[in-house]
């Protein structure tokens, strides 16, 4: 039996227009930093990046209810990351569009005085033409080589890697007017690609990954490595990993529509032990999910565990909501159900009131030291909620007599009234 959870503070405010899954982002854009290491989880301030069809662009901050800047007519936004895409070891905010525009934008954080309206005006760095119609990418270090990339998944079935090269000039004034980005790698995939996520394999080497039609998923490997880069597909319907001079080609045995929408996440931690805690290249978890509620976590070629629900997932997280060190999966469906699963297959559920549009699970910061895990949702009536009391003691079901037990004060005064616990 699953249990029901309700959530109940939220943040609400309002950004008009339609939004895409993956134009909504937690992240720290603004490079600040706490003052004390007061936080629940991190020293970093994390803030609401969301973007829309019409072209506008907006940054929520704290509890604050309306945007700390915006930006307009960029075009049809259809995705937007943060990460350190220029290898600066900072952050920087990507925005791309359906028409291949390619926006960079280096946010500063708030002074002490007031934003005046030209302070809150956000201007693009550096814009760049890109091959049209993106629509999902990623900042990661896909090939290995200590540098990131942006990676960008194509509604025609390619997906590429770009790197940012700097100019000759590399001081902060002048140096996005000097770089660029330029192609490194491409794929031509047999399937839509839905998400990207980045994986660590058995040998805890990272693995870039895409998601299939069908509950598929393939490993995309990099150039760097010897590789031609045909499209991965499976060889028999029967097949559940199909295995090629480039890689893998896994296939989820429950889902029975090849042309499902399927989206995964990486990169899920598994808990820190001893020994995980001196090496970092410990082998994480993925999980796929796909549109008529098949969810299933995997470990290398190995599924765990799968869990069938009756609605439809477009929207996969991972996130720790208990604070354990352990990462449970978040998922979501069109009419607002939301799914926490841990890593032992144990659910809670969320109902949201409303119909989501988009949906984000990550960390936020309301301007109190630090950041604290958090819901987004955004609706169809140009309101987006930022549920930021979602922590959890446990996702198991348990009783009284085994939360009393695991509490010294408990266990003491049960014995003194001569009690017996069990």
């Known amino acids: 039996m699953w249990r029901t959870v309700s959530f109940v503070d939220r943040i609400e405010v309002e950004f008009k227009g339609t939004l895409f899954n993956q134009a909504v982002a937690l992240a720290d854009v603004d490079n600040d930093q706490a003052r004390d290491c007061a936080g629940l989880y991190n020293n970093n301030k994390n803030e609401l990046i969301v973007g829309n ?91 290995t080589d200590g540098k990131i990339e942006l990676i960008v998944g194509y509604s025609d079935r390619v997906v590429r890697s770009f790197r940012w090269q700097p100019g000759s000039n590399t001081s902060d004034i002048d140096y996005y007017s000097t770089g660029h980005l330029v192609s490194v ?3 031509q995939l047999a399937g839509q690609t839905e998400s990207i996520t980045m994986n660590r394999s058995l040998n805890g080497e990272p693995q870039l990954m895409a998601s299939q039609p069908g509950g598929t998923l393939v490993i995309l490997l990099p150039h760097n490595k010897g590789n031609n880069h045909q499209p991965l597909k499976s060889k028999s319907s029967n097949s559940n990993v199909d295995s090629t001079k480039d890689g893998k080609s896994v296939r989820l045995s429950r889902a029975k529509n090849r042309d499902m929408s399927t989206v995964m996440v990486g990169n899920i931690t598994p808990g820190v032990s001893s020994d995980d805690a001196v090496n970092d290249s410990c082998q994480t978890y993925y999980a796929v999910a796909t549109l008529d509620g098949n969810l299933v976590l995997a470990e290398n070629d190995k599924i765990l565990w799968s869990l069938q629900v009756d609605h439809q997932l477009f929207s996969l997280c991972k996130l720790d909501v208990t604070g354990n060190g352990q ?27 409303e119909h989501v549009a988009a949906f984000s699970a990550g960390f936020y910061s309301l301007g109190d030291g630090g950041n604290r895990p958090c819901f987004v949702y955004a609706t169809f009536d140009n309101t987006l909620y930022i549920y930021h009391n979602i922590n959890l003691p446990r996702v198991e079901s348990t009783n009284l007599i085994q939360v009393m037990d695991q509490i010294p004060e408990a266990r003491q005064l049960l014995q003194k009234l001569n009690i017996n616990r069990k």
Do not use: H
């Open 53 to 143: 069809v019409d072209g506008d662009l907006a940054i929520f901050k704290g509890s604050n209810p309306t945007s700390c800047k915006k930006s307009s007519d960029l075009g049809m936004i259809t995705c937007l990351g943060v990460g350190d895409v220029c290898n600066q070891n900072k952050n920087v905010l990507v925005t791309l569009t359906a028409e291949g525009w390619c926006y960079l934008f280096g946010v500063k954080a708030e002074g002490e005085t007031p934003l005046t309206d030209e302070d809150k005006t956000l201007k693009p760095a550096y814009k760049q033409d890109l091959p049209a119609n993106g629509k999902v990418l990623l900042i990661a270090d896909a090939d």
């Open 327 to 353: 990462e449970e999966v978040v998922c979501c469906s069109w009419d607002g159900q939301t799914y926490i699963v841990n890593q032992s297959r144990e659910v809670v559920r969320y109902l949201f009131q």
């Open 185 to 187: 790698q491409k794929w």
